[in-house]
Protein backbone atom coordinates (compact mmCIF):
# COMPACT_ATOMS: atom_id res chain seq x y z
CA UNK A 1 0.00 0.00 0.00
CA UNK A 2 2.02 3.22 -1.28
CA UNK A 3 2.04 6.26 0.41
CA UNK A 4 3.16 8.70 2.84
CA UNK A 5 2.38 8.90 7.03
CA UNK A 6 3.89 11.07 9.28
CA UNK A 7 4.06 10.49 12.87
CA UNK A 8 4.26 12.31 15.71
CA UNK A 9 5.52 10.91 19.09
CA UNK A 10 6.61 8.47 16.93
CA UNK A 11 8.98 6.44 19.61
CA UNK A 12 6.33 7.21 22.32
CA UNK A 13 4.69 4.16 23.97
CA UNK A 14 1.33 4.34 21.03
CA UNK A 15 3.44 6.16 18.52
CA UNK A 16 6.13 2.96 18.22
CA UNK A 17 3.36 0.35 17.62
CA UNK A 18 1.76 3.17 14.83
CA UNK A 19 4.82 3.29 13.37
CA UNK A 20 5.59 -0.25 13.17
CA UNK A 21 1.88 -1.26 11.80
CA UNK A 22 2.38 0.84 8.85
CA UNK A 23 5.76 -0.19 8.10
CA UNK A 24 4.06 -3.33 8.07
CA UNK A 25 1.76 -2.24 6.20
CA UNK A 26 4.10 -1.36 3.27
CA UNK A 27 3.50 2.83 3.76
CA UNK A 28 6.33 4.88 4.04
CA UNK A 29 6.87 6.73 7.03
CA UNK A 30 8.16 9.77 8.26
CA UNK A 31 8.81 9.59 12.61
CA UNK A 32 9.29 12.47 14.13
CA UNK A 33 9.98 12.89 18.05
CA UNK A 34 12.54 15.02 20.61
CA UNK A 35 16.05 14.99 19.80
CA UNK A 36 16.35 13.57 23.70
CA UNK A 37 14.58 11.12 22.90
CA UNK A 38 15.57 10.02 19.53
CA UNK A 39 19.28 9.74 20.93
CA UNK A 40 18.86 8.07 24.33
CA UNK A 41 19.74 4.18 23.70
CA UNK A 42 17.38 2.22 26.57
CA UNK A 43 14.47 3.85 24.48
CA UNK A 44 15.99 2.73 21.91
CA UNK A 45 16.55 -0.30 23.05
CA UNK A 46 12.67 -0.86 24.02
CA UNK A 47 11.50 0.08 21.08
CA UNK A 48 13.90 -2.76 19.31
CA UNK A 49 12.51 -5.49 21.78
CA UNK A 50 8.25 -4.19 20.88
CA UNK A 51 9.30 -4.65 17.57
CA UNK A 52 10.37 -1.59 15.76
CA UNK A 53 12.70 -1.48 13.02
CA UNK A 54 14.63 2.34 13.58
CA UNK A 55 16.93 1.09 10.23
CA UNK A 56 13.93 -0.02 8.16
CA UNK A 57 14.08 1.29 4.34
CA UNK A 58 10.98 3.30 4.39
CA UNK A 59 11.31 4.79 7.61
CA UNK A 60 12.60 8.71 7.81
CA UNK A 61 13.50 9.88 10.96
CA UNK A 62 13.64 13.57 11.80
CA UNK A 63 13.91 15.61 15.08
CA UNK A 64 11.76 18.39 15.79
CA UNK A 65 9.66 20.04 18.83
CA UNK A 66 5.95 21.33 18.68
CA UNK A 67 7.20 24.17 20.82
CA UNK A 68 9.60 24.85 17.93
CA UNK A 69 7.23 25.81 14.69
CA UNK A 70 10.75 26.47 12.79
CA UNK A 71 11.56 22.59 13.49
CA UNK A 72 8.18 21.38 11.81
CA UNK A 73 8.70 22.29 8.47
CA UNK A 74 11.51 19.58 7.55
CA UNK A 75 8.41 16.86 8.38
CA UNK A 76 6.56 18.32 5.38
CA UNK A 77 9.68 18.52 2.87
CA UNK A 78 8.13 15.51 0.91
CA UNK A 79 4.36 15.61 0.37
CA UNK A 80 2.60 13.88 3.37
CA UNK A 81 -0.80 12.18 2.79
CA UNK A 82 -1.80 11.51 6.38
CA UNK A 83 -0.93 12.65 9.70
CA UNK A 84 -1.01 10.44 13.28
CA UNK A 85 -0.56 12.90 16.08
CA UNK A 86 0.00 10.90 18.68
CA UNK A 87 2.43 13.36 20.38
CA UNK A 88 1.50 15.10 23.74
CA UNK A 89 2.59 15.70 27.35
CA UNK A 90 1.25 12.62 29.25
CA UNK A 91 2.64 13.70 32.72
CA UNK A 92 -0.02 13.54 35.59
CA UNK A 93 2.76 15.46 37.83
CA UNK A 94 3.07 18.38 35.00
CA UNK A 95 1.42 22.01 35.55
CA UNK A 96 -1.26 22.93 33.63
CA UNK A 97 0.67 25.82 32.19
CA UNK A 98 3.49 23.00 30.76
CA UNK A 99 0.42 20.79 29.39
CA UNK A 100 -1.21 23.56 27.93
CA UNK A 101 2.36 24.84 26.20
CA UNK A 102 2.82 21.44 24.62
CA UNK A 103 -0.59 20.11 23.82
CA UNK A 104 -2.65 22.60 22.93
CA UNK A 105 0.11 25.49 21.51
CA UNK A 106 2.27 22.31 20.26
CA UNK A 107 -0.68 21.52 18.15
CA UNK A 108 -1.43 24.69 17.33
CA UNK A 109 1.67 24.77 15.60
CA UNK A 110 1.42 21.34 13.88
CA UNK A 111 -1.69 22.34 12.51
CA UNK A 112 -0.32 25.27 10.96
CA UNK A 113 2.59 23.87 9.75
CA UNK A 114 0.03 21.02 7.45
CA UNK A 115 -2.01 24.11 6.30
CA UNK A 116 1.37 25.28 5.57
CA UNK A 117 2.07 22.12 3.38
CA UNK A 118 -0.85 21.88 1.45
CA UNK A 119 -2.69 19.96 3.93
CA UNK A 120 -3.40 15.81 4.11
CA UNK A 121 -5.68 13.64 3.36
CA UNK A 122 -6.15 12.90 7.07
CA UNK A 123 -5.38 14.03 9.96
CA UNK A 124 -5.53 11.14 12.67
CA UNK A 125 -5.85 13.02 16.13
CA UNK A 126 -5.00 11.44 20.14
CA UNK A 127 -7.49 12.61 22.28
CA UNK A 128 -8.13 10.79 25.60
CA UNK A 129 -11.35 9.38 26.92
CA UNK A 130 -10.42 11.59 29.74
CA UNK A 131 -12.53 14.25 27.98
CA UNK A 132 -15.58 12.69 28.94
CA UNK A 133 -14.96 13.77 32.50
CA UNK A 134 -16.91 11.49 35.04
CA UNK A 135 -19.96 11.47 36.07
CA UNK A 136 -21.34 13.41 39.38
CA UNK A 137 -21.97 10.98 41.90
CA UNK A 138 -25.18 10.14 43.18
CA UNK A 139 -25.10 12.17 46.11
CA UNK A 140 -24.83 15.23 43.49
CA UNK A 141 -27.85 14.26 42.60
CA UNK A 142 -26.44 12.49 39.19
CA UNK A 143 -26.45 9.15 37.99
CA UNK A 144 -23.37 7.24 38.04
CA UNK A 145 -21.79 4.09 36.26
CA UNK A 146 -23.41 4.93 32.89
CA UNK A 147 -21.31 4.22 29.94
CA UNK A 148 -20.13 7.54 27.99
CA UNK A 149 -20.52 6.76 24.04
CA UNK A 150 -19.43 9.04 21.49
CA UNK A 151 -22.72 11.24 21.64
CA UNK A 152 -23.93 11.23 25.57
CA UNK A 153 -22.25 13.60 26.40
CA UNK A 154 -20.63 14.83 23.41
CA UNK A 155 -17.17 15.99 24.03
CA UNK A 156 -17.26 17.38 20.59
CA UNK A 157 -19.65 20.51 22.49
CA UNK A 158 -19.08 20.46 25.95
CA UNK A 159 -18.41 17.53 28.58
CA UNK A 160 -21.85 18.09 29.81
CA UNK A 161 -23.29 16.75 33.22
CA UNK A 162 -19.67 15.57 33.93
CA UNK A 163 -16.71 17.23 35.53
CA UNK A 164 -13.13 16.90 34.02
CA UNK A 165 -11.16 15.26 36.95
CA UNK A 166 -7.39 16.36 35.95
CA UNK A 167 -5.47 18.41 34.45
CA UNK A 168 -3.85 16.85 31.67
CA UNK A 169 -7.65 15.86 30.68
CA UNK A 170 -8.47 19.48 30.17
CA UNK A 171 -5.70 20.30 28.14
CA UNK A 172 -6.64 17.25 26.16
CA UNK A 173 -10.33 18.57 26.03
CA UNK A 174 -8.89 22.04 24.65
CA UNK A 175 -6.69 20.40 22.14
CA UNK A 176 -9.58 18.26 20.57
CA UNK A 177 -11.88 21.10 20.38
CA UNK A 178 -9.24 23.41 18.48
CA UNK A 179 -8.62 20.29 16.15
CA UNK A 180 -12.46 19.93 15.30
CA UNK A 181 -12.65 23.84 14.36
CA UNK A 182 -9.57 23.54 12.09
CA UNK A 183 -11.23 21.07 10.37
CA UNK A 184 -14.43 22.75 10.26
CA UNK A 185 -12.72 26.16 9.42
CA UNK A 186 -11.36 24.43 5.74
CA UNK A 187 -8.64 22.78 7.64
CA UNK A 188 -7.91 19.31 6.84
CA UNK A 189 -10.50 16.00 7.32
CA UNK A 190 -10.16 14.49 10.59
CA UNK A 191 -10.37 11.20 12.67
CA UNK A 192 -10.53 11.50 16.37
CA UNK A 193 -9.28 8.80 18.50
CA UNK A 194 -9.96 8.22 22.37
CA UNK A 195 -7.84 5.92 23.84
CA UNK A 196 -8.92 4.43 27.28
CA UNK A 197 -6.09 4.25 29.70
CA UNK A 198 -3.46 1.99 27.57
CA UNK A 199 -1.44 -0.92 28.65
CA UNK A 200 1.17 -3.43 26.58
CA UNK A 201 5.14 -3.96 26.37
CA UNK A 202 6.81 -0.38 26.19
CA UNK A 203 5.19 1.50 28.78
CA UNK A 204 6.18 2.02 32.17
CA UNK A 205 3.74 4.53 33.12
CA UNK A 206 -0.07 4.22 33.67
CA UNK A 207 -1.35 1.04 33.57
CA UNK A 208 2.28 0.09 33.12
CA UNK A 209 3.23 1.77 36.78
CA UNK A 210 0.60 -0.14 38.44
CA UNK A 211 1.97 -3.50 36.95
CA UNK A 212 5.14 -2.54 38.39
CA UNK A 213 4.28 -0.77 41.80
CA UNK A 214 2.00 -4.21 42.95
CA UNK A 215 5.36 -6.46 41.75
CA UNK A 216 7.45 -4.17 43.80
CA UNK A 217 5.39 -4.11 46.63
CA UNK A 218 4.13 -0.32 46.81
CA UNK A 219 0.66 -2.05 47.00
CA UNK A 220 0.30 -3.46 49.99
CA UNK A 221 -3.77 -4.09 50.20
CA UNK A 222 -6.85 -3.78 48.90
CA UNK A 223 -9.96 -1.64 49.86
CA UNK A 224 -12.46 -3.75 49.81
CA UNK A 225 -14.89 -0.34 48.28
CA UNK A 226 -12.45 -0.62 45.31
CA UNK A 227 -15.57 -2.84 44.04
CA UNK A 228 -17.66 -0.59 43.54
CA UNK A 229 -15.31 1.24 40.98
CA UNK A 230 -15.24 0.63 37.25
CA UNK A 231 -12.09 0.62 35.26
CA UNK A 232 -11.17 0.44 31.11
CA UNK A 233 -8.37 -0.24 29.46
CA UNK A 234 -7.26 -1.12 26.17
CA UNK A 235 -3.99 -3.17 24.73
CA UNK A 236 -1.63 -0.61 22.72
CA UNK A 237 -1.55 -3.03 20.20
CA UNK A 238 -5.48 -2.24 19.25
CA UNK A 239 -4.93 1.20 19.88
CA UNK A 240 -2.33 1.80 17.24
CA UNK A 241 -4.35 -0.93 15.05
CA UNK A 242 -7.14 1.14 15.10
CA UNK A 243 -5.90 4.36 14.11
CA UNK A 244 -4.39 2.64 10.99
CA UNK A 245 -7.91 1.12 9.91
CA UNK A 246 -9.65 4.21 10.64
CA UNK A 247 -7.10 6.00 8.46
CA UNK A 248 -7.56 3.92 5.58
CA UNK A 249 -11.27 4.27 5.69
CA UNK A 250 -13.27 7.05 4.04
CA UNK A 251 -16.12 6.81 6.10
CA UNK A 252 -14.21 7.41 9.60
CA UNK A 253 -13.42 10.55 8.26
CA UNK A 254 -14.92 13.66 10.29
CA UNK A 255 -15.84 10.82 12.97
CA UNK A 256 -14.83 10.27 17.04
CA UNK A 257 -14.16 6.69 18.64
CA UNK A 258 -13.71 5.18 21.81
CA UNK A 259 -10.86 3.01 21.27
CA UNK A 260 -11.61 0.45 24.79
CA UNK A 261 -12.18 -3.34 25.10
CA UNK A 262 -14.65 -5.36 26.15
CA UNK A 263 -14.14 -5.64 29.88
CA UNK A 264 -16.34 -4.12 32.64
CA UNK A 265 -14.36 -4.54 35.50
CA UNK A 266 -13.82 -3.12 38.80
CA UNK A 267 -10.72 -1.71 40.38
CA UNK A 268 -10.64 -4.27 43.10
CA UNK A 269 -10.83 -7.33 40.66
CA UNK A 270 -8.20 -5.60 37.78
CA UNK A 271 -5.22 -4.94 41.17
CA UNK A 272 -6.02 -8.47 42.72
CA UNK A 273 -5.64 -10.36 39.04
CA UNK A 274 -2.23 -8.04 38.62
CA UNK A 275 -1.02 -9.25 42.33
CA UNK A 276 -1.73 -12.86 41.04
CA UNK A 277 0.06 -13.01 37.36
CA UNK A 278 2.86 -11.12 39.86
CA UNK A 279 3.04 -13.24 42.56
CA UNK A 280 2.36 -10.82 44.87
CA UNK A 281 -0.52 -11.09 47.75
CA UNK A 282 -2.89 -8.64 48.25
CA UNK A 283 -5.06 -8.71 51.37
CA UNK A 284 -9.08 -7.42 50.76
CA UNK A 285 -9.02 -4.47 53.88
CA UNK A 286 -12.85 -3.97 54.66
CA UNK A 287 -11.98 -0.87 56.99
CA UNK A 288 -10.50 1.60 53.87
CA UNK A 289 -12.42 3.46 51.87
CA UNK A 290 -11.05 4.07 48.63
CA UNK A 291 -12.77 7.62 48.29
CA UNK A 292 -11.85 8.57 51.72
CA UNK A 293 -8.62 7.56 51.38
CA UNK A 294 -8.03 9.86 48.35
CA UNK A 295 -6.98 12.60 50.43
CA UNK A 296 -4.21 11.15 51.96
CA UNK A 297 -3.00 9.59 49.31
CA UNK A 298 -2.98 13.24 47.22
CA UNK A 299 -0.80 14.61 50.39
CA UNK A 300 1.75 12.25 50.33
CA UNK A 301 1.94 12.80 46.49
CA UNK A 302 2.39 16.35 46.98
CA UNK A 303 4.73 16.25 49.91
CA UNK A 304 6.90 13.51 47.76
CA UNK A 305 6.49 15.68 44.45
CA UNK A 306 8.37 18.32 46.27
CA UNK A 307 11.15 16.67 47.92
CA UNK A 308 11.61 15.46 44.80
CA UNK A 309 11.63 18.87 42.70
CA UNK A 310 13.56 20.57 46.02
CA UNK A 311 15.81 17.78 46.80
CA UNK A 312 16.00 15.71 44.03
CA UNK A 313 14.07 12.38 46.07
CA UNK A 314 13.11 9.99 43.64
CA UNK A 315 9.48 9.56 43.53
CA UNK A 316 7.67 6.52 42.41
CA UNK A 317 5.34 7.58 39.24
CA UNK A 318 2.63 6.05 40.43
CA UNK A 319 2.30 8.83 43.43
CA UNK A 320 0.71 11.80 41.76
CA UNK A 321 -1.95 13.94 42.70
CA UNK A 322 -3.80 13.71 39.19
CA UNK A 323 -3.33 9.66 39.42
CA UNK A 324 -6.08 9.78 42.64
CA UNK A 325 -8.86 11.51 40.75
CA UNK A 326 -8.53 8.29 38.23
CA UNK A 327 -8.51 5.91 41.41
CA UNK A 328 -11.22 7.01 43.09
CA UNK A 329 -14.24 7.29 39.99
CA UNK A 330 -15.90 4.92 38.11
CA UNK A 331 -15.11 4.40 34.12
CA UNK A 332 -17.30 2.95 31.69
CA UNK A 333 -16.64 3.57 28.15
CA UNK A 334 -18.51 2.40 25.22
CA UNK A 335 -17.04 0.65 22.47
CA UNK A 336 -19.61 0.12 20.30
CA UNK A 337 -19.44 2.70 17.53
CA UNK A 338 -15.65 1.14 17.06
CA UNK A 339 -16.81 -2.36 16.77
CA UNK A 340 -19.21 -0.97 14.63
CA UNK A 341 -16.81 -0.49 11.60
CA UNK A 342 -16.19 -4.21 11.50
CA UNK A 343 -12.94 -3.87 13.55
CA UNK A 344 -11.82 -6.51 15.44
CA UNK A 345 -10.33 -6.45 18.69
CA UNK A 346 -7.16 -8.26 19.56
CA UNK A 347 -7.46 -8.41 22.94
CA UNK A 348 -11.20 -7.44 24.47
CA UNK A 349 -10.27 -8.79 27.61
CA UNK A 350 -8.25 -7.01 29.81
CA UNK A 351 -7.41 -10.05 31.62
CA UNK A 352 -5.51 -11.81 28.47
CA UNK A 353 -3.77 -8.46 27.40
CA UNK A 354 -1.91 -8.30 31.10
CA UNK A 355 -1.25 -11.67 31.22
CA UNK A 356 1.01 -11.17 27.86
CA UNK A 357 2.12 -7.65 28.85
CA UNK A 358 3.23 -8.50 32.55
CA UNK A 359 4.98 -12.04 30.53
CA UNK A 360 6.76 -9.55 28.94
CA UNK A 361 7.60 -6.81 31.40
CA UNK A 362 9.21 -10.27 33.41
CA UNK A 363 11.33 -10.88 30.40
CA UNK A 364 12.80 -7.49 30.45
CA UNK A 365 13.51 -7.62 34.06
CA UNK A 366 11.18 -4.57 34.80
CA UNK A 367 9.21 -6.49 37.35
CA UNK A 368 12.14 -6.29 39.82
CA UNK A 369 13.76 -2.84 38.43
CA UNK A 370 13.48 -0.45 40.68
CA UNK A 371 14.29 2.37 38.20
CA UNK A 372 11.17 1.47 35.97
CA UNK A 373 9.31 2.52 39.26
CA UNK A 374 10.64 5.29 39.83
CA UNK A 375 11.21 9.32 38.61
CA UNK A 376 14.48 10.03 37.36
CA UNK A 377 15.76 14.19 37.92
CA UNK A 378 16.54 16.22 34.62
CA UNK A 379 14.82 13.22 32.47
CA UNK A 380 12.99 16.99 31.05
CA UNK A 381 8.79 16.86 29.84
CA UNK A 382 7.82 13.57 28.64
CA UNK A 383 5.70 12.93 25.42
CA UNK A 384 3.43 10.61 24.98
CA UNK A 385 4.83 7.22 26.40
Known sequence: MAGV???????????????????????????????????????????????????????????????????????????????????????????????????????????????????????????????????????????????????????????????LVNEYSITKWEQEQMVWRWSRDGGSPVTVVRPAPMYGPGSSYGHGGIILAIAQGLVPVLPRDANNYITTSVHVEDMARFAVFAAGRDDCAGEDYNVVDNSIISYFEFLRYIGLLTGRKLPEVRGINLRLAMPVFEAAAKLWTSAERRFGVPRPRILEVQSASYMSSSYWLDNRKSLGTGFEYKYPDVKEGLKDTIAWFRRMGWLTDRGKLLTSQGAGPKLLD
Open 5 to 163: DLVTGATGFSGAYVVRDLLEAGRTVVATDLARVLDDPAHQAVLRAVGLDMDHPKLRVVASDLLDPSSLTALFEAPVDRVFHTASLYDYSATLELLRRVNVEGTSHLLDAVDESGGVDRFVHWSTCGVFGKPYTAAQGGKTNLPFAEDSPSPRNSPADTE
